[in-house]
């Protein structure tokens, strides 16, 4: 009797224990959380992703072959305008620049010598002039004989080529010159190719080749990224095609700092459409760069291309799917319901509701944690 007494106290406190269990996960209230839906103006927006890119990106490299001497500058840096990156070598180059510079003299030396002898030839020419002419009134007089003034007609011609011979030989001189002083200019120019500059303000983003290196024509020593205008270059689906145009502006999320959205500006449009992903380029000046940033990091981008006025509308995080269906958790006569809605617009933020909800509804928060419950008593938990 004891034995059977014991055994039905023990199954009535394991029907108690069941039951107490069973109403508190099945039939108690559960708590929750509830938000209101909002009237408010709703952006609507193109969405696209994408990386962070330079406007201008140039590959320094030198116009001739040669061996890279001195480095000045070093992939990170940043470099302005004009400011020397390296230095090929360039001893053939100096030594080519002092001979022709002495050739150069010599030849400048030549001229005023043949300047001397151009004057003393002109003297020689004057003074055969006038001893021809003196010697042909003789003659007419006959006074001189026609040889004595053969001689001084001779004479005379004689005079008169030497004088054109050494001003010939002045103006080879100046011709040479000329030339001596563009192989000159030439050289200089050559040895001016050896120093390479940045051709902008920029920032070094690779380096590619150290001292020693022998490089020729095309061949990158260093890149160099301008600073002036750094774009978000934006994959977006050709759907948008028609909505986008230079000018409206954008916000720009990168994934290393997605609490921080930073504005921009569409600057051009691609003008060609992947043939494989359906998508276009759209690039974006933003007006402000992170503190830290590196070209080709990766970004979110919402491009601001309408605005909705005065739409009902909810949290996108609270909308769930079913069966292609959206739907949110209600709050309906104190139980957790899920409500199938018909929605509009919808951005990373907020999503417009067109039908299914009034601003009255209790909207449940954290709809993971609740739909298990869904049918179940609930009661508001104060925020």
């Given at each position: 009797m004891r034995h059977l007494l014991k055994t039905a106290v023990k199954l009535l406190l394991l029907i108690v224990v069941v039951g107490s269990a069973y109403y508190r996960l099945r039939l108690s209230p559960v708590s929750v959380q509830t938000e209101s839906p909002k009237r408010q103006d709703l952006m609507e927006t193109v969405f696209g992703t994408g990386t962070l890119e330079a406007k201008t990106v140039v590959s320094i490299s030198p116009r001739s072959t040669g061996q890279l001497a001195e480095l000045f500058a070093d992939q990170g840096d940043t470099v302005k305008a004009g400011q020397t990156l390296c230095m090929m070598a360039a001893n053939d180059l100096r030594q080519q620049l002092k001979v022709s510079e002495n050739e150069l003299e010599v030849t400048k030396a030549a001229i005023k010598r043949l300047d001397a002898e151009i004057a003393s030839a002109q003297a020689t020419c004057d003074y055969a002039e006038l001893s021809y002419q003196r010697s042909e009134r003789l003659f007419k007089a006959n006074v001189e004989t026609q040889a004595d003034f053969d001689k001084q007609t001779e004479a005379r011609k004689v005079a008169a080529y030497a004088l054109a011979r050494a001003q010939a030989q002045k103006g080879e001189a100046e011709?040479?010159?000329?030339?001596?002083?563009a192989q000159i200019e030439y050289n200089r120019t050559k040895l001016a190719e050896t120093t390479l500059t940045?051709?902008?303000?920029?920032?070094?983003?690779?380096?590619?080749?150290?001292?020693?290196?022998?490089?020729?024509?095309?061949?990158?020593?260093?890149?160099?990224?301008?600073?002036d205008e750094i774009w978000a270059t934006v994959w977006v689906d050709e759907t948008a095609v028609s909505k986008l145009k230079v000018g409206q502006k954008a916000q720009i999320v990168f994934r290393s700092q997605q609490d921080q959205p930073y504005t921009a500006t569409v600057r051009r449009l691609s003008r060609e459409t992947d043939r494989e992903t359906r998508e276009f380029l759209v690039d974006l000046a933003l007006e402000k760069l992170p503190d830290n940033w590196t070209l080709g990091q990766r970004l979110e981008a919402h491009v601001m291309i309408g605005k909705h006025e005065d739409r009902l509308c909810v949290p996108t995080k609270m909308i769930r799917w079913e069966k292609n269906n959206p739907f949110v958790l209600v709050l309906m006569d104190g139980r957790i319901t899920k409500r199938t809605l018909v929605i509009g617009l919808q951005?990373?933020?907020?999503?417009?509701?067109?039908?299914?909800?009034?601003?009255?509804?209790?909207?449940?928060?954290?709809p993971d944690d609740h739909l298990p419950h869904v049918g179940r008593k609930a009661e508001v938990r104060k925020q």
């Amino acid at each position: 009797m004891r034995h059977l007494l014991k055994t039905a106290v023990k199954l009535l406190l394991l029907i108690v224990v069941v039951g107490s269990a069973y109403y508190r996960l099945r039939l108690s209230p559960v708590s929750v959380q509830t938000e209101s839906p909002k009237r408010q103006d709703l952006m609507e927006t193109v969405f696209g992703t994408g990386t962070l890119e330079a406007k201008t990106v140039v590959s320094i490299s030198p116009r001739s072959t040669g061996q890279l001497a001195e480095l000045f500058a070093d992939q990170g840096d940043t470099v302005k305008a004009g400011q020397t990156l390296c230095m090929m070598a360039a001893n053939d180059l100096r030594q080519q620049l002092k001979v022709s510079e002495n050739e150069l003299e010599v030849t400048k030396a030549a001229i005023k010598r043949l300047d001397a002898e151009i004057a003393s030839a002109q003297a020689t020419c004057d003074y055969a002039e006038l001893s021809y002419q003196r010697s042909e009134r003789l003659f007419k007089a006959n006074v001189e004989t026609q040889a004595d003034f053969d001689k001084q007609t001779e004479a005379r011609k004689v005079a008169a080529y030497a004088l054109a011979r050494a001003q010939a030989q002045k103006g080879e001189a100046e011709l040479t010159m000329v030339k001596q002083a563009a192989q000159i200019e030439y050289n200089r120019t050559k040895l001016a190719e050896t120093t390479l500059t940045s051709p902008f303000d920029g920032i070094v983003i690779r380096r590619n080749r150290e001292c020693g290196a022998v490089v020729n024509p095309g061949v990158s020593i260093m890149e160099i990224a301008a600073t002036d205008e750094i774009w978000a270059t934006v994959w977006v689906d050709e759907t948008a095609v028609s909505k986008l145009k230079v000018g409206q502006k954008a916000q720009i999320v990168f994934r290393s700092q997605q609490d921080q959205p930073y504005t921009a500006t569409v600057r051009r449009l691609s003008r060609e459409t992947d043939r494989e992903t359906r998508e276009f380029l759209v690039d974006l000046a933003l007006e402000k760069l992170p503190d830290n940033w590196t070209l080709g990091q990766r970004l979110e981008a919402h491009v601001m291309i309408g605005k909705h006025e005065d739409r009902l509308c909810v949290p996108t995080k609270m909308i769930r799917w079913e069966k292609n269906n959206p739907f949110v958790l209600v709050l309906m006569d104190g139980r957790i319901t899920k409500r199938t809605l018909v929605i509009g617009l919808q951005t990373k933020m907020m999503t417009e509701v067109a039908k299914g909800l009034s601003p009255e509804d209790m909207l449940v928060l954290n709809p993971d944690d609740h739909l298990p419950h869904v049918g179940r008593k609930a009661e508001v938990r104060k925020q």
